[in-house]
């Protein structure tokens, strides 16, 4: 069964950038069936798809957030990242990552969460 | 951007009962539609996809149903695990993929 982990600051300054990872176990993140996904959650509100990586580096993001978002894979450790840039504190969420089917791109793999604050 | 409204925003409804859900699309997403429940504290979890499949695992009292831009997440008979929010997807027509606003299901 695989199984998804975030780790990372929970708290990151204003026009800093945020980064966190994703750890992946009990599967290969290589696989081809699958897109390795970022979505958050403000508190109390509703989700936000950040965007996918493929295995091979492709992304797609959010045009909201694209102009502010690197997500990036790592096959050797089994990982994948998320940067955003100029952060404020509209980006404080529990951030979330998961596994996404290619076919059927819906997220049937979760990470537990982290919250990640945004204040000075 | 296809925009995913959900109706109600909270449902009351009494253990035993039976719930329904409404999701609706800005514009067709055919039958490339999810719906998944949050439970307080903990991430979603993947219910329904193309609109009427059940997800691994998920009992037989989880229905989904509609195309287009209507859909339905039908709970036949409540119970009390039940108790949460539920948000539809599209990934008919993405980037971005797009989540409803959700609906929060409460005890009557």
């Known amino acids: 069964q695989v199984q998804l982990q975030e780790s990372g600051p929970g708290l990151v300054k204003p026009s800093q950038t945020l980064s966190l990872t994703c750890t992946v176990s009990g599967g290969s993140i290589s696989g081809r069936d699958y897109y390795w996904s970022w979505i958050r959650q403000p508190p109390g509100k509703g989700l936000e798809w950040i965007g996918h990586?493929?295995?091979?580096?492709?992304?797609y993001y959010n045009p909201s957030l694209k102009s502010r978002v690197i997500i990036s894979v790592d096959t050797s450790k089994n990982q994948f990242s998320l940067k955003l840039s100029s952060v404020t504190a509209a980006d404080t969420a529990v951030y979330y990552c998961?596994?996404?089917?290619?076919?059927?791109?819906?997220?049937?793999?979760w990470g537990q969460g982290t919250l990640v604050t945004v204040s000075s | 951007e296809i925009v995913m409204t959900q109706s109600p925003a909270t449902l009351s409804v009494s253990p035993g009962e039976r719930a329904t859900l409404s999701c609706r699309a800005s514009?067709?997403?055919?039958?490339?539609l999810a719906w998944y429940q949050q439970k307080s504290g903990q991430a979603p979890r993947l219910l329904i996809y193309s609109a009427s499949t059940r997800a691994t695992g998920i009992p037989a009292r989880f229905s989904g149903s509609g195309s287009g831009t209507e859909f339905t997440l039908t709970i036949s008979s409540l119970q009390s695990e039940d108790f949460a929010v539920y948000y539809c997807q599209q990934y008919n027509n993405w980037p971005p993929l797009t989540f409803g606003g959700g609906t929060k299901v409460e005890i009557k």
């Open positions: 998961a596994r996404a089917e290619v076919v059927v791109i819906t997220m049937n793999h």
């Open positions: 514009q067709s997403v055919s039958s490339n």
């Open positions: 990586v493929y295995y091979s580096g492709g992304t």
